[in-house]
């Protein structure tokens, strides 16, 4: 089990390994995402991984990640600033982390 928590991982380090923002990426089409009142859970049906969403401002992001050219178009869609160092470590951290356990994937 993951936790992907923009946010509210105030405490967290960097990515597990480096999110490319300027990527298109998606949700991975084996993947169910369903809203919570807390955020929202990620549901894996091919590696049965199940992550949590702890932000709406995230779930917003990862929803809409297949309807923008870029991860930061995302991103600034729904109001992050990406360009706030600290916000940018928080958001990236929890996109690598959806990227690692192939929550997300990359378009080509």
Not at 37 to 61: M, N
């Amino acid at each position: 089990m993951t936790s992907a928590a923009a946010p509210a991982g105030a405490g967290q380090t960097a990515a597990p390994a480096a999110f490319d923002l300027d990527a298109g990426w998606r949700l991975h089409p084996g993947v169910a995402l369903r809203p919570e009142p807390f955020g929202a859970l990620l549901y894996h049906f091919h590696t049965r991984k199940l992550s949590f969403l702890k932000s709406p401002t995230i779930v917003e992001v990862v929803r809409t990640l297949a309807d923008h050219p870029t991860a930061r178009a995302a991103c600034a869609a729904a109001g992050v600033p990406i360009d706030d160092p600290g916000t940018a470590r928080l958001y990236l951290h929890a996109l690598g982390q959806l990227a690692a356990s192939r929550m997300i994937e990359e378009t080509s």
